[in-house]
């Protein structure tokens, strides 16, 4: 009996996990036109979620980092490989301000799921880096994204930029952008939009809970 109720709390957690975010972010939903100069804001960060419960077609290396350390002038680049199969959620954070001048923002993103890693990179001539434009077949094909690869991401070795994992579900990124130019990090995260097999999980578990505590209350009654 515990056993299916530490299953039934499990499953049914999967299916309740929710996005939070600082309060500068803005979800703008595809189609978007992500060019420079295009989407852009002093005071807002946008966060477009592109794809949702989306089965990896072949394997992606991706990068990681180590929670609770702030990296604002190196990023050590920690590669980890999400096998084909996964399935995911995919989220493109991008910061691109209004104003001619650079200036800084930060904001703070906790999905709700594990993150299983990013692509972020300012550059992707450094050998064993991930940038946005290595990985923008995952994102959404509706989207229009920048040509412009070098300094798409953060600026890390600048000491500008700076990326943080606060837990295994929550990131917090400051970056330096104006008008003219874009910061972006695409995050994978495990997928929080139950599949139909974990719906039906669910359900099954909800019902012989049900049942077994009928059962429980008849023998009580007798």
């Not at 994978?188 to 719906?199: K, Y």
Request: hydrophobic share 40%; glycine share 6%; with cysteine.
């Amino acid at each position: 009996m515990k056993k299916v109720l530490s299953l039934l709390i499990l499953a049914t957690a999967s299916l309740f996990a929710t996005l939070t975010t600082s309060a500068n972010v803005e979800i703008v939903t595809s189609p978007v036109d992500l060019q420079i100069g295009s989407l852009n804001s002093n005071s807002k960060v946008f966060l477009i979620p592109e794809r949702s419960f989306y089965v990896l077609p072949n394997a992606v290396t991706l990068e990681t980092l180590d929670i609770g350390t702030t990296y604002n002038n190196y990023w050590p680049g920690d590669l980890t490989v999400i096998p084909a199969g996964t399935v995911v959620d995919v989220w493109l954070i991008h910061f691109n301000r209004s104003s001619l001048l650079l200036g800084q923002q930060t904001a703070s993103f906790d999905f709700g799921a594990p993150i299983l890693g990013v692509a972020g990179r300012s550059t992707c001539l450094i050998p064993n880096t991930v940038c946005p434009g290595d990985t923008d077949q995952y994102g959404n094909p509706a989207n229009t994204y920048s040509n412009i690869q070098f300094l798409r991401g953060l600026e890390l070795l600048l000491g500008e930029d700076s990326i943080r994992f606060d837990s295994d579900s929550k990131l917090t990124i400051k970056s330096t952008t104006s008008r003219l130019t874009i910061d972006e990090v695409r995050v994978f995260t495990l997928s929080n939009v139950p599949e139909p097999a974990t719906a039906g999980l669910v359900a099954m578990l909800l019902v012989g809970f049900g049942v077994c505590r009928r059962s429980q209350f008849l023998q009580r009654l007798r």
